[in-house]
Every structure is written in structure tokens, then in C-alpha cells.
T-cell receptor, first 115, second 119 residues
Framework: AQTVTQSQPEMSVQEAETVTLSCTYD???????LFWYKQPPSRQMILVIR??????QNATENRFSVNFQKAAKSFSLKISDSQLGDAAMYFC????????????FGTGTSLTVIP | GAVVSQHPSRVICKSGTSVKIECRSL??????MFWYRQFPKQSLMLMAT?????????EQGVEKDKFLINHASLTLSTLTVTSAHPEDSSFYIC???????????????FGPGTRLTVL
């Protein structure tokens, strides 16, 4: 099974500043998808951003962007202009392109936004 | 579109009783649903994959007879925790796959979760 590692259990950022959450993964596959999910205190999982491995261009969604380094198997999330509503647990996830829709989640990073 | 609901949102039961949790895809048909378990401040652990009309596929270490999964229709999957014990207390989350969006990466839609407390 693929493994996803998030080495930062907790992170904090000042409001309006930028923060980067790290994620690495281990796989022997060449085609796959990577995701960042946000889980606020409500516990509802919310998709933040996704990346197809065959695309070289890094995905962006408004204030959220990723730095996808396929060779290094690294997939970091950058949050710009941090807002109080960004405070949540962030999970990095991997999904195989060929072997179904099973997601492999990292252990999560708890992000605190300081006013 | 692509809304997934869970019922109940929280349940408290006595040790030894059984509890059923429902997962419904409200505006699409889900051929595959997934059940996850999440302990406080931890990640989601996949318990089983539920396919409509067939037996669920359980992950290693998950007891099939304890966590009964039924996916009887394209919009409903149920997880029954049988003879619940305090160690079964956890947050259970389901997700559903929308086959009409098969080629789109984010085809898993998550329910809001069910908090189970076993006394």
C-alpha cells in the first residue's frame, strides 16, 4: 500500500501571512492523484485542491497552491493571505489512477491561524 | 451536486448493543462507498469498501462480523457495529463515489461523519 507522510503535526501562521504544509508519499506508480483535504472543527472533509501526477503544472485554487515535485515525491500546500477560517486539520491524500478509488491519507497537520 | 449524508450524526449506546449508521448519496447514484474510522487528532483509516449488490471488502485487521456493511441500493450503505464496546467509540465517516464523474479525480464525496460513544 502507498504511504503518505506529513511531518508537521502542528503549524501556526499569522493572519494574512503565508504558510506551507509539507507532504511526501511513497509509490511505485507513475499515474496517480494527490489531494489536500481540510477538516474544520465540524469534522466535514472538504476538498481544497487536487493534482494529477501527469500534469507538470502546479495546481492552484485562489489562495491555495501546491508545489508538486514528482521525482522527489513531494506535494506541499501553500496557503497565502491566511484567514481565520483556514484553521483546521489538513490531510494530504493519494489515490491510484488504475487501482480504484481508495484514498491513502497522511496523519494530518493541525493549522492554527493567529489573529 | 454530490452531497452525502450520514445518520445519525451522533449516537450513544450501551455496551453490548448494536448500532446502525446510514450513509446516503442524495443527488447521485454511488456504486461504491467507503467507510472510515477516525480517532481524535488522528487520520482517517479505511475500514472497508462497499460495492452495491456485493459483499464489502474489508481492510486488514477489521473484523467483518463486528462491522457489518450492507450496500443494498445505489444510494444507501449501512454500517452496523455489533455488540459494541467502549473501544469502538470513534468517529465514523463514509464517502461515496460518483461513477458519472469517473475520470475526474475528486470522485469521492465525504459525509459529515457519525460520532459513536459506547458506554
Amino acid at each position: 500500500a502507498q504511504t503518505v507522510t506529513q511531518s508537521q503535526p502542528e503549524m501556526s501562521v499569522q493572519e494574512a501571512e503565508t504558510v506551507t504544509l509539507s507532504c511526501t508519499y511513497d509509490t511505485s506508480e507513475s499515474d496517480y492523484y494527490l489531494f489536500w483535504y481540510k477538516q474544520p472543527p465540524s469534522r466535514q472533509m472538504i476538498l481544497v485542491i487536487r493534482q494529477e501526477a501527469y500534469k507538470q503544472q502546479n495546481a492552484t485554487e485562489n489562495r491555495f497552491s501546491v508545489n508538486f515535485q514528482k521525482a522527489a515525491k513531494s506535494f506541499s500546500l501553500k496557503i497565502s493571505d491566511s484567514q481565520l477560517g483556514d484553521a483546521a486539520m489538513y490531510f494530504c491524500a493519494y489515490r491510484s489512477f488504475n487501482t480504484g478509488n481508495q484514498f491513502y491519507f497522511g496523519t494530518g497537520t493541525s493549522l492554527t491561524v493567529i489573529p | 451536486g454530490a452531497v452525502v449524508s450520514q445518520h445519525p450524526s451522533r449516537v450513544i449506546c450501551k455496551s453490548g448493543t448494536s448500532v446502525k449508521i446510514e450513509c446516503r448519496s442524495l443527488d447521485f447514484q454511488a456504486t461504491t462507498m467507503f467507510w472510515y474510522r477516525q480517532f481524535p487528532k488522528q487520520s482517517l483509516m479505511l475500514m472497508a469498501t462497499s460495492n452495491e449488490g456485493s459483499k464489502a471488502t474489508y481492510e486488514q485487521g477489521v473484523e467483518k462480523d463486528k462491522f457489518l456493511i450492507n450496500h443494498a441500493s445505489l444510494t444507501l450503505s449501512t454500517l452496523t457495529v455489533t455488540s459494541a464496546h467502549p473501544e469502538d467509540s470513534s468517529f465514523y465517516i463514509c464517502s461515496a463515489r460518483n461513477p458519472s464523474r469517473q475520470i475526474i479525480a475528486d470522485t469521492q464525496y465525504f459525509g459529515p461523519g457519525t460520532r459513536l460513544t459506547v458506554l
